[in-house]
């Protein structure tokens, strides 16, 4: 039996982006979850509408057979056009959390010329090891006792395009967010499969009604346009953390991650080199 | 002619005024509106001297905003796990008897940068800057050789502005808890990493987070749907308290702020994210006070961590803050520094306030306070002296609104309404039964009347300062009187 179409606003936390999903385009590119790919995210902030507020590059490149090495370039719109930036590097296993072995990040806030404000870099590096991770910059180290398994947040966004399609007995887990806050007490389950209508357009449509004393136009707003994609859902729930939601396509692809009043939301602009 | 108290102790000590504070030092208004760049150090001719600075602690001053005394796991909640609170906690000082001067952000965040009571800095809403005439913290204890860093929510009048009178200013973001509260623990942790100046410092950590839980009240179609959105939590959601159904007879403008939108299972998943939302601040806090405890400094620095009011939390069917009740009112107020004060120490007895950071600080480093402030030292408490204390905490709510705190009872007034409101809070915590028209307790409700009534002469109003982006200001009744109003005054 056909599975029937749904609109974005019928999903629960989709329904609080539906107007940044607005002409979102389907990716049409073969997507391959176990091999090299690279993805840009706009971050969008939803207390007040659907404000882009900064984005996220992601690489993954395999290395060997069990292991990756993950990318990340984040930025975050500041007030007076400073931004927050982040990188990372991070070794990980090809195993279903994306478990991080090594990684090193830094940390700066540029000023409205792209200059570092004093004071704000950091670069640290960490290893992560079967009941701690340790977190070294030049001076000196610190040792953090994790229970594993464990992941960071970032690596999440590669582990959830392995998930299976159907339900599965939740994952639990220790969430390392920001690269090094701990946060224990993580499940990752399956939550649902739709059909769903992506880059549907609203449309104004005028009208004419008959009254009494004679004939008026009427304006109302209807979706229109955009193709049926096949979605798949996860919940992510824990200490510490908003309820999270990822969505990914049939090939796996992780399109959008809703958590509360933020989101990461697949960014074609910045595939193709036009992002912020 | 009343004269006011604080003017009397101040003359009494010899305490000076800011103008004259700043007229015998060497800084002059050009340092202070500018601030002190990061890692600058300050001439030894400001007051105290060079060794009077050696023994100058810095101040790590954390201020969280919505968070609730009792949000957090080591105060009882059993909803939440608070790790990094729950050590600052073990590791000095928290008051249980702790108010907000007044349960709105701009307004307590004003006492709390100056000591004064809204009414005094002109913030008796939200969006306002403190009156000209009143020095914040950062003018003030950068005068006397501080090191001064501000990082994250402001409000007094601007949220996240770039420049704040007396401090530099590391720029973080603003909007929601969950973007921008990273950014601001990140940058505090690279301050307290980098820093190479030789001057004590003064850093405040301001977190939005749990604050972002108002979202899901003006959101609430779209974040707390009215099916269960992750039906998989049904066991682990939050209990509703035992007052949230409890409707105490109230001044109208109380009775009418109810929040009766939200089913069980709606109010136990609001309670649910609030948790996770003060569990997100615990993880920056500590955040910071591991790079506090890797920078050298930390047997050095006194760690203060309150927040500006507290969350409904579905008491009396109450979302966000305003009210005069104890979930919005009652704020943490813990103070660390090991080897200094007193170690996981519970004070369940003094009746403290907002108005005491600003006191407490210039205590420990040896500068007086500013005049006209009434905030108390904590010093003597938190290393365990007895010394004579406050019989009463006040706070404001709703411009109109004033709530007398005593040990035993809550007394509520609000200007030009019949009904009072009074509170046994030893046998109703929660604040169910009304008793200010219990005849017994009549001289109660009359000593209460008695102590608004002369602390209102205490203090030194200031006309209200203009709210931003509004034209005119806007005066009420509560500041209709000129009596002992302080005259604004042009920066020094």
């Not at chain 1, 290395?63 to 975050?76: S, T």
């Not at chain 1, 500041?78 to 940390?107: H, M, Y």
């Not at chain 2, 603003?174 to 942790?189: E, I, P, Y």
């Amino acid at each position: 039996m056909a599975t029937p179409t749904t609109e974005i606003q019928d999903h629960f936390p989709l329904d609080s982006v539906a107007r940044c999903l607005e002409g979102f385009e389907t990716p049409e590119a073969p997507f391959d979850p176990n091999g090299d790919w690279e993805q840009a995210y706009g971050i969008y902030s939803l207390g007040r509408g659907c404000l882009r507020v900064g984005g996220l590059h992601i690489r993954r490149h395999k290395a060997g057979r069990k292991r990756a090495v993950v990318r990340l370039d984040c930025a975050r719109d500041l007030p007076g056009n400073c931004r927050q930036k982040v990188t990372a590097e991070i070794e990980c296993r090809a195993d279903p959390l994306a478990t991080p072995t090594a990684w090193t990040f830094t940390s700066q806030i540029q000023d409205d010329s792209g200059q570092p404000i004093e004071h704000t870099p950091l670069a640290k590096s960490a290893t992560g090891k079967k009941r701690e991770i340790v977190i070294a910059d030049d001076t000196q180290s610190r040792r953090i006792p994790v229970a594993a398994p464990y992941t960071l947040n970032w690596a999440l966004f590669d582990a959830v395009q392995r998930l299976p399609r159907e339900a599965f007995d939740p994952i639990q887990f220790t969430m390392l967010d920001h690269f090094d806050q701990v946060k224990p007490n993580q499940t990752l389950s399956y939550r649902k499969s739709a059909e769903v209508m992506l880059g549907r357009k609203r449309v104004q449509q005028h009208h004419y009604e008959q009254l009494e004393k004679g004939r008026i136009r009427k304006t109302t707003w209807a979706l229109d346009g955009g193709r049926p994609a096949r979605l798949h859902a996860y919940d992510h729930l824990g200490d510490g953390v908003l309820p999270w939601v990822y969505w990914v396509d049939d090939a796996g692809r992780l399109l959008f991650a809703v958590g509360g009043i933020e989101a990461y939301l697949l960014d074609r602009r910045e595939e193709d080199g036009h992002g912020s | 002619m009343a004269v006011d108290p604080r003017t009397q102790e101040a003359g009494r000590l010899g305490r000076p005024s800011r103008r004259q504070f700043l007229k015998t030092t060497a800084l002059g208004a050009g340092a202070l509106a500018s601030g002190l760049a990061l890692g600058e150090s300050v001439p030894a001719s400001t007051p105290g001297g060079s060794a009077q600075r050696r023994e100058q602690p810095n101040f790590l001053f954390i201020v969280c905003d919505q968070l609730g005394l009792d949000a957090i796991a080591a105060h009882g909640c059993p909803d939440a796990h608070t790790p990094n609170i729950d050590r600052l906690i073990r590791r000095g000082v928290t008051f249980l008897e702790s108010h907000s001067t007044n349960p709105v952000c701009s307004p307590a965040r004003s006492s709390l940068f100056t000591g004064c009571m809204p009414v005094e800095t002109g913030v008796i809403t939200n969006s306002r800057p403190i009156h000209e005439s009143v020095p914040n913290m950062g003018q003030w204890l950068g005068e006397a050789g501080y090191e001064t860093v501000y990082c994250g929510k402001w409000h007094l009048p601007g949220g996240y502005p770039s420049a704040i009178e007396g401090f530099t200013v590391m720029p973080a973001g603003g909007g929601q808890g969950d973007l921008v509260d990273t950014v601001v623990s990140r940058a505090c942790q690279a301050y307290l990493t980098n820093r190479s100046g030789q001057a004590p410092f003064l850093l405040v950590a301001s977190f939005l987070q749990p604050h972002d839980i108002c979202y899901w009240a003006i959101n609430a179609k779209t974040l707390v749907p009215e099916t269960l959105p992750f039906p998989q939590l049904g066991g682990r959601l939050p209990q509703l308290p035992p007052n949230h159904l409890a409707r105490p007879r109230a001044p109208k403008q109380l009775d009418e702020k109810i929040y009766a939108g939200f089913s069980e299972d709606q109010w136990r998943y609001y309670l649910y994210i609030y948790s996770r939302q003060v569990e997100m601040v615990d993880a920056d806090v500590g955040r910071v006070l591991a790079a506090l405890e890797s920078s050298g400094e930390a047997d050095n620095t006194i760690v203060v961590l309150t927040a500006d009011h507290g969350d409904g939390r579905g008491r009396h069917q109450h979302v966000s803050k305003w009210y005069p009740y104890d979930e919005a009112v009652k704020v943490p107020m813990i103070v660390s520094c090991p080897g200094r004060i007193a170690e996981n120490h519970r004070d369940a007895t003094h009746l403290v306030s907002g108005l005491d950071v600003m006191s407490t600080f210039c205590d420990y480093a040896g500068v007086q306070p500013p005049p006209h402030t009434l905030g108390k030292s904590l010093r003597p408490l938190l290393e365990g002296k007895d010394v004579e204390w406050r019989q009463c905490v006040v706070a404001e709510t709703h411009v109109v609104g004033r709530t007398v705190r005593t040990g035993q009872y809550k007394y509520v007034k609000y200007e030009g309404d019949p009904v009072e409101q009074l509170f046994d809070m030893k046998a109703d915590p929660w604040e169910t039964k009304n008793l200010y028209d219990t005849p017994a307790l009549a001289d109660v409700l009359e000593g209460h009347r008695t102590l608004l009534t002369e602390w209102n002469q205490r203090l030194k109003t200031v006309p209200p300062t203009r709210e931003f982006g509004r034209p005119h200001y806007r005066r009420t009744g509560a500041h209709a009187s000129t009596k002992g109003t302080r005259s604004p005054e042009k920066p020094t």
